[in-house]
């Protein structure tokens, strides 16, 4: 943290040299390498002028020994500077910015980060006995680029940024909780959806535990013991009991929690089979759902409702799968691999557990998780815990400076369990409840991993920071319009709403199901 604030410090220093002598101010901007100035610390690799989607200056250029990154100026610039996060173990510019909403053609000035290695985003090779790639992953680079990138605005422009956001979904979820609470300065406000935010206990300790369930034998990963034709008898019968509770038959659970379903009801009696689990598969799907603990360590299971494979970013594919040879898994909107090939996985969840274990935990390639007792887990974790999760719920300084929250879950999530992420914003609250002035949480019905799924998708969180920064009145309820998934366009479908926490989604029993007029925000008396 001292290393990056310097840096920061040097950066910002040289570019108001820069400025005060007038060397640069007011001549007319050219997207060429010999119109940027040297930075410490920093290489500059390419200035490219692009057309699409809008005019603008595509900058590319490494931070320190590695730390890679993507900054993209429009000519028509509007202002501001919003950063994007990345997902899975990076690796590569993705922007969830502008993949999600395209914000080059809206005149936002933008930037990603590799968070300092090259390489596929479900494998992470890259960090093996590497602590400099461990720390600019877990922490530093997104801070690093975030510093660089106001500053050569600054420059670029001729004036600072007067808004700075950051957005970011799963990895990029949990790169903004890191930001609020490693560097509460450098945005006004920031969106963490689905945040990966635990990669010890959660992603290392509770995945590796179900990849144990699921794929007993790690030398056998082509069939799951919950296979497709049992993951459709589990999720139509939870369907069956839970899906009307909500007074709507629509394939969506608006509060899971409400769903009481007992998956030992589906065990297949003597000479049974077809429409009803083994044993084997009873007790797994029990677990899947219950807490698991690792002596002090305990993580919440994952909802019922996101079961029945049809749902994109669902069991499926983060939870059972089955390896297929050749075919590389698709667990994250907008991500791209730049040609790195991808260890075998069965499911994604397998995938960033064994990779996370074998890398990070044991710095053993070879590690398998046959025979693991977890009996030296919590210690493991907690060495590691300080550079790779973003759990602290003190998010005073963040407030202090103005900075606005807001985080986000679908219910449907089959990778990061929406309970894990009302876990932390809890946490948030118990440490201070005046939190809830600057922080809201927002759980999304029949949204599976950051997008997608049969509920509208479509909220506008960059649209609800910035009316929220304008106005200083906290967002209770937002629209979710139905929207294409990859314009990000309303499809005419119409929408509903969401609730921040603790409010419910609720019909309201006989309006229009895709009216958001036809929806409240209840708040449960026991949820």
């Not at 407030?399 to 309970?419: C, E, F, H, P, T």
Request: glycine share 12%; aromatic share 10%.
């Amino acid at each position: 943290m001292a290393v990056a604030n310097l840096s920061l410090i040097a950066t910002i220093s040289v570019f108001a040299l820069v400025g005060s002598s007038g060397v640069l101010a007011g001549q007319e901007r050219h997207c060429q390498l010999s119109k940027i100035p040297e930075l410490p610390d920093v290489k500059f690799v390419s200035a490219t002028a692009l057309p699409e989607p809008a005019d603008h200056c595509r900058i590319e250029g490494v931070i320190g020994t590695e730390t890679g990154f993507e900054l993209r100026l429009p000519d028509d610039w509007n202002g501001k500077f919003i950063m994007g996060g990345g997902g899975g173990f990076a690796g590569n510019f993705a922007n969830a910015a502008n993949d999600f909403f395209h914000v080059v053609a809206d005149g936002w000035a933008t930037v990603a980060t590799d968070t300092g290695h090259k390489g596929n985003p479900i494998g992470a090779s890259w960090a093996l006995n590497n602590m400099e790639r461990q720390v600019s992953f877990g922490h530093q680079a997104v801070h690093r680029t975030a510093a660089t990138s106001q500053a050569i605005i600054q420059d670029y422009y001729g004036e600072a940024s007067n808004r700075n956001l950051f957005f970011g979904c799963s990895r990029g979820g949990g790169q903004g909780l890191m930001l609020a609470q490693r560097s509460p300065d450098l945005f006004d406000g920031i969106y963490a959806g689905a945040p990966a935010y635990s990669w010890t206990k959660e992603m290392a300790g509770r995945w590796t535990r179900n990849a144990q369930l699921m794929y007993p034998d790690p030398n056998k990963i082509h069939t799951p013991v919950i296979d497709a034709d049992a993951l459709v008898v589990l999720g139509e019968a939870v369907m069956a009991q839970c899906d009307a509770l909500d007074g709507l038959e629509d394939g969506i659970l608006n509060d899971p929690r409400q769903c009481k379903f007992d998956v030992s009801t589906l065990e297949c009696g003597a000479g049974q089979s077809g429409e009803c689990l083994s044993a084997q598969q009873v007790a797994v799907a029990e677990a899947l759902y219950a807490p698991l603990e690792f002596g002090d360590i305990e993580w919440p299971g994952v909802p019922f409702g996101g079961e029945l494979p049809g749902n994109p970013l669902g069991w499926d594919r983060w939870i059972t799968g089955g390896y297929v040879p050749g075919e590389e898994i698709e667990f994250h909107p907008g991500m791209e691999d730049e040609g790195f090939a991808a260890p075998p996985a069965p499911n994604a969840r397998w995938g960033f557990a064994t990779e996370l274990m074998k890398y990070f935990f044991y710095s053993d390639r070879n590690w398998t998780y046959e025979g693991y007792d977890f009996s030296d887990f919590a210690h493991q974790a907690a060495s590691l815990s300080p550079t790779l999760d973003a759990e602290n719920p003190d998010l005073s300084a963040f407030r202090k400076s103005g900075g606005k929250l807001i985080i986000d879950n679908g219910w449907m999530d089959g990778s990061l369990s929406a309970y894990g992420t009302i876990k932390y914003f809890e946490e948030v609250l118990a440490f201070d409840e005046t939190a809830r002035n600057d922080v809201r949480l927002f759980i999304r019905p029949g949204v599976t991993h950051c997008q997608g799924g049969p509920g509208p998708d479509g909220t506008n969180y960059i649209a609800a920071l910035e009316e929220w920064l304008d106005t200083g009145v906290a967002p209770d309820q937002l629209d979710a319009p139905y929207v294409h998934p990859l314009t990000r366009k309303p499809t005419g479908q119409g929408g509903r709403i969401i609730c921040a926490h603790p409010g419910i989604v609720t019909y309201d029993g006989s309006g229009d199901p895709n009216a958001p007029a036809s929806f409240r925000c209840d708040v449960p008396v026991n949820p």
